[in-house]
T-cell receptor, first 110, second 112 residues
């Protein structure tokens, strides 16, 4: 089992819809969770971090964490074509580098 | 975002060349990382440094040699590379382990 599992996609949503990206992880001791956005040919950009169970909202983005079920999700409201990218989920446990998933490719159709 | 810079941005080198990639972070972070990202593949962690000390080396071939002279600078020295080493090489930094990592723009390396 991979440490971080993401559906590779592509996930296709129409412009204006809610995009829902999911990530599951195997390490129950994971303490911090992150979502990165990566445009083709560019480096990953941090968009959200979440440390506690529940929801965290930042603009059009909402991260949801459920440690008991070992999943973290990212909701993008009012999706725009400019949101089309690969979204990477990452987590950390203690004094270690982040562990990244393979990413989900999101396509927002105009 | 200019917190983490990388040079050069693009590099073409032959298999017998020696070159170096440079990374500099202006964020006052204590940890720095090198990643490799090949086409349509996930990020591969190569090396981790904490306060100039290498703390992780993920079975990377010896033709890649990292150097961290201080907490703001990180180098990746390259020699006798193979065509399969062509990839995007990313540097990142974080305040400490477990905190957000911030990436540089990457160096697109092509080995001919």
């Amino acid at each position: 089992q991979k440490e971080v599992e993401q559906n590779s996609g592509p996930l296709s949503v129409p412009e204006g819809a809610i995009a829902s990206l999911n990530c599951t992880y195997s390490d129950r001791g994971s303490q911090s969770f992150f979502w990165y956005r990566q445009y083709s040919g560019k480096s990953p950009e941090l968009i959200m971090s979440i440390y506690s169970n529940g929801d965290k909202e930042d603009g059009r983005f909402t991260a949801q964490l459920n440690k008991a079920s070992q999943y973290v999700s990212l909701l993008i409201r009012d999706s725009q074509p400019s949101d089309s990218a690969t979204y990477l989920c990452a987590h950390a446990r203690g004094r270690r580098a982040l562990t990244f998933g393979s990413g989900t490719r999101l396509q927002v159709q105009p | 975002e200019t917190g983490v810079t990388q040079t050069p941005r693009h590099l073409v080198m032959g298999m017998t060349n020696k070159k170096s990639l440079k990374c500099e972070q202006h964020l006052g972070h204590n940890a720095m990382y090198w990643y490799k990202q090949s086409a349509k593949k996930p990020l591969e962690l190569m090396f981790v440094y904490s306060l100039e000390e290498r703390v992780e080396n993920n079975s990377v071939p010896s033709r890649f040699s990292p150097e961290c002279p201080n907490s703001s600078h990180l180098f990746l020295h390259l020699h006798t590379l193979q065509p399969e080493d062509s990839a995007l090489y990313l540097c990142a930094s974080s305040q400490e382990f477990g905190y957000e990592q911030y990436f540089g723009p990457g160096t697109r390396l092509t080995v001919t």
